[in-house]
């Protein structure tokens, strides 16, 4: 299986023929996503596709705000369990906008590096990020999700923004570095990091290169640090068709599942337990989770496939986790 983390968002197409609206919104966007996923460039169609075609590739009000309350949370794990300074943070999944990586440097964390398989960020996809901290800032919005900005740092990306600098030096003058690369293998040094975190990427991982990345993260990660992953556990097709919930691909076999599934925006599957004992077996130790959970009804409307019919119902429910762990200490 190849590596897939990228930050990308979602494709919609709609019809106007009312009696197929309820077949085609999901099963026409895997259709669709399982041909680009063959073709040469498969990330640049799918974001053209995005831009040009759905209009689901602009960092709106929503998604900014979704991933500032993903920087938050990492910030505020990080405050609450490392005993290191914020020297230095890897963040894996960097998708189009770099908004964590920003709302890090402006949180005083030194050095940010962010891995992706994919180049995705550009100059105008950076000044967007950075126009929106601004805007969010002098309407006094930015303080609900990061209420210590350096408000120096936060100059300082404006000033960057109205420069003609390419997209690499304008990341490097905040101290934010991308690389395009496998997290599983990196030439990173050992107990580098102070934080490593994600944004709704581990889902959509498969398991034999999430425990290779784990295994990654726990060489490069400060015995002192902490980790900080955001992971939406739900069926991502639901976040388009409403008219399924995000149990839905709970349902499939294995089998039926590969068919339907993708590399350009693949879902792995996992539920809350799978990526704890992952953790645990690659010398971690959870030591804070925070979920968001589905309602029972809506489980309950589903047969669930012969793989999900053995976990408790608590661990089916949680759709999405905020999930902190470090390293198991040595005694």
Avoid at 21 to 31: G, P
Avoid at 80 to 97: F, V
Avoid at 283 to 288: C, K, R, Y
């Amino acid at each position: 299986m190849g590596l897939a983390y990228s930050g990308s968002s979602l494709l919609c197409y709609e019809t106007t023929r009312e009696p197929y609206r309820t077949m085609t919104r999901w099963i026409l966007k895997a259709a669709v996503q399982k041909t680009i996923s063959v073709m040469p460039y498969r990330h640049r169609l799918n974001y053209f596709f995005q831009k040009y075609v759905t209009k689901g590739a602009h960092l709106t009000d929503e998604l900014f705000e979704d991933k500032l309350t993903h920087c938050g949370s990492h910030v505020a794990a990080f405050e609450k369990y490392a005993r290191t300074e914020k020297d230095s943070s890897l963040e894996i999944g960097t998708g189009w906008y770099p908004v964590v990586p920003i709302g890090l440097y402006l949180s005083g964390f030194s050095t940010v590096v962010s891995i992706d398989i994919s180049p995705l960020i550009s100059r105008d996809s950076i000044i967007a990020a950075i126009n929106r901290y601004s805007d969010y800032s002098m309407t006094g919005r930015l303080s609900t999700f990061l209420p210590n900005v350096d408000e120096a740092r936060l100059n300082n990306a404006r000033d960057l923004a109205s420069r003609n600098l390419n997209s690499s030096d304008m990341m490097s003058e905040m101290g934010i570095h991308l690389v395009v690369g496998d997290a599983s293998s990196t030439d990173f040094p050992a107990n580098s990091f102070s934080l490593i975190h994600s944004n709704n990427t581990l889902e959509h991982i498969y398991p034999d290169v999430l425990r290779r990345i784990f295994r990654e993260f726990n060489r490069t990660l400060h015995p002192l640090g902490v980790m900080s992953h955001n992971i939406d556990m739900s069926d991502h097709f639901a976040h388009l068709d409403k008219t399924i919930t995000n149990f839905n691909f709970l349902k499939f076999t294995d089998g039926q599942w590969r068919l339907i599934d993708n590399s350009i925006q693949p879902q792995n599957r996992l539920r809350i337990s799978d990526f704890e004992r992952m953790l645990g077996d690659s010398g971690f130790e959870v030591i804070e989770r925070r979920d968001r959970v589905g309602t029972v009804e809506q489980l309950h409307s589903i047969r669930l496939s012969e793989r999900y019919s053995t976990y408790p119902e608590e661990e089916l429910l949680a759709t999405h986790s905020n999930l902190i762990s470090r390293k198991i200490r040595k005694t």
